[in-house]
T-cell receptor, first 112, second 110 residues
Framework: DAGITQSPRYKITETGRQVTLMCHQT?????MFWYRQDLGHGLRLIYYSAAADITDKGEVPDGYVVSRSKTENFPLTLESATRSQTSVYFC???????????FGPGTRLTVL | KNEVEQSPQNLTAQEGEFITINCSYSVGISALHWLQQHPGGGIVSLFM???GKKKHGRLIATINIQEKHSSLHITASHPRDSAVYICAVFWGGATNKLIFGTGTLLAVQP
């Protein structure tokens, strides 16, 4: 089925472990985004990518790493997870720079 | 102070009522999104607008760029409209970064 998918949907990990959240889209959209959603803060941009091999920081990038070797994939890595990174993570994609963004179903991450 | 503010934060309505959710922003923008998020669920874009008014079914979105204000209206509300409605703006200029409001939680009771 075409669209944007995220995996895993749920993840529990321990402080200090490395975790990678996957995002895959089938539209060949140029732009991809990672957001986190926390109570009281709404959605905040972590990183975004304008094309393969082009990434840039968003509002809250510390503790996260991204890569984009292929247009369709945009993995987000927590290099050493902390409790403050417990959140729901959404990936999104769009065709144009300021176009409609299409969101994945989200990954609920708990860091113990 | 948040750059995007929504009101009310919480709203309870009876089925059939006309609903208005407001969004005010403090930065110059090029476009504004309205998004819907159902409980435990994903996020769906409802509208993107940069001027005037857009309508889709029972949903109407308006924007006044001079007053830095947008409204989302739901006519003949239904319990299935219960969700969080989120306003987000693109900063003016070349950026493609969205700034989000914290959302309005709507509950429509039968």
């Amino acid at each position: 089925d075409a669209g944007i998918t995220q995996s895993p949907r749920y993840k529990i990990t321990e402080t200090g472990r490395q975790v990678t959240l996957m995002c895959h889209q089938t539209w060949s959209h140029s732009y991809m985004f990672w957001y986190r959603q926390d109570l009281g803060h709404g959605l905040r941009l972590i990183y975004y990518s304008a094309a393969a091999d082009i990434t840039d920081k968003g509002e809250v990038p510390d503790g996260y790493v991204v890569s984009r070797s292929k247009t369709e994939n945009f993995p987000l890595t927590l290099e050493s997870a902390t409790r403050s990174q417990t959140s729901v993570y959404f990936c999104a994609s769009s065709e144009k720079a300021q176009g409609t963004q299409y969101f994945g179903p989200g990954t609920r991450l708990t860091v113990l | 102070k948040n750059e995007v503010e929504q009101s009310p934060q919480n709203l309870t309505a009876q089925e059939g009522e006309f609903i208005t959710i407001n969004c005010s922003y403090s930065v110059g923008i090029s476009a504004l999104h309205w998004l819907q998020q159902h409980p435990g669920g994903g996020i769906v874009s409802l509208f993107m607008l940069s001027s005037g008014k857009k309508k889709h079914g029972r949903l109407i979105a308006t924007i006044n760029i001079q007053e830095k204000h947008s409204s989302l209206h739901i006519t003949a509300s239904h319990p299935r409209d219960s969700a969080v409605y989120i306003c987000a703006v693109f900063w003016g200029g070349a950026t493609n970064k969205l700034i989000f409001g914290t959302g309005t939680l709507l509950a429509v009771q039968p």
